[in-house]
């Protein structure tokens, strides 16, 4: 796919909900980028001046800004109607309250032009399926922050696949904030979120990777994730009150992928989607602790015996040989030992 005028390399779509106070800062980093990607802004049903302001972007960016406005779906509808429109060689999500940093996002493009500009057609059909990039946790109200790599996971700027890669520190995981996409590869993927309902980015990271064949990591600090809004999903109050949406799409991730046919091809692979779904049960039944009731021990049992019921062996895994079995001990004693090892990774890692 050789470098012509039009083309868009990559497509950004940036869901917002009532997000007038801090979507420009986000869609103003991506302007960076010129007319050699496109914006799409998805006003998800906001009751603030989001529509607005959306609407000023694409008046004054009609080359590279889209407006659009629907209704209230989630910030899973709004991913899912930016890919819908993207026109882009790549797909990447930034939610409205986060933002790239310029100099590594000039490079990024640079590199992705430089595979399109390929004359030769073998090298072209080695355009990477997805980049890996890092991202920053940014406490900014804090003035503090916390930079995730992959530099012992990836080959540095070489095409690889997932037969090459290195063993996942406990920090590391491939969320959405560290990926981009083939837009082409999403849609064969059917890569659809469902609506009204957080954390669905867990979905958006995990499903299509098997069908990824070549990965291209750049050590850049690329995506700018904020910590810190009250009413963040990643804050704990608001995830226990979260927890029905937190279950449903744990149990649409262990679900989705067909682990014993990944694993024939790429046992790496397999290996840290396993250990991806170990996390999210984990989270999902140390918060079911927090709240501390029997209706939430009574769903903590059910999650577990679903996927018992459903693929033993990830169960047996899952269980006796990963983080998450650690969160299913028995006993108050084993409830009050989950909570407090919570407690110290939570200061450990910084996260809400």
């Given at each position: 796919m050789p470098e012509s005028e039009g083309v868009k390399y990559i497509s950004f779509a940036v869901p917002c909900y009532n997000s007038q106070d801090y979507m420009r800062r986000c869609i103003d980093s991506l302007l960076v980028g010129g007319e050699d990607i496109e914006i799409i802004i998805v006003d998800d049903g906001s009751t603030d001046t989001t529509?607005?302001?959306?609407?000023?972007?694409?008046?004054?960016?009609?080359?590279?800004?889209?407006?659009v406005h629907k209704k209230n779906g989630g910030h899973g509808s709004g991913v899912n109607k930016g890919l819908e429109l993207a026109s882009g060689l790549f797909f990447k999500v930034v939610d409205s309250d986060d933002w790239l940093d310029a100099g590594a996002y000039r490079r990024l493009l640079a590199q992705i032009k430089k595979f399109c500009d390929?004359?030769?057609?073998?090298?072209?059909?080695?355009?990477?399926?997805?980049?890996?990039?890092?991202?920053?946790?940014?406490?900014?109200?804090?003035?503090?922050?916390?930079?995730?790599?992959?530099?012992?996971?990836f080959p540095t700027e070489e095409i690889c696949d997932?037969?090459?890669?290195?063993?996942?520190?406990?920090s590391q995981y491939l969320i959405m904030h560290a990926l981009m996409f083939r837009t082409a590869l999403l849609k064969t993927a059917e890569v659809v979120l469902p609506e009204h309902t957080f954390y669905v980015d867990n979905i958006f990271a995990y499903k299509p990777l098997p069908y990824v064949q070549r990965i291209y990591y750049m050590d850049i600090d690329l995506y700018h994730y904020y910590i810190g809004r009250a009413d963040q999903s990643v804050n704990e109050k608001v995830l226990m009150s979260r927890i029905d949406q937190q279950i449903k799409v744990t149990e649409i991730v262990f679900k989705c992928v067909d682990l014993n046919a990944v694993r024939e091809k790429y046992p790496k692979l397999a290996e840290y989607m396993c250990r991806n779904i170990s996390i999210m049960m984990a989270i999902s039944s140390v918060h079911l602790l927090l709240i501390n009731s029997r209706e939430a021990y009574g769903k903590r049992k059910r999650l577990w015996n679903q996927v018992k019921e459903e693929n033993i062996r990830l169960y047996l895994r899952l269980k006796y040989t990963t983080l998450s079995g650690l969160t299913y001990l028995p006993g108050r004693l084993g409830g009050l030992l989950t909570r407090s090892g919570y407690r110290a990774a939570r200061k450990i890692y910084q996260f809400q």
């Open positions: 529509g607005d302001i959306a609407d000023y972007y694409e008046r004054t960016y009609p080359d590279i800004v889209k407006a390929m004359k030769d057609t073998r090298l072209i059909r080695e355009i990477p399926d997805l980049f890996v990039c890092n991202y920053i946790y940014d406490h900014l109200d804090e003035g503090t922050h916390h930079t995730i790599h992959y530099r012992n996971v997932w037969n090459d890669i290195g063993r996942f520190h406990t």
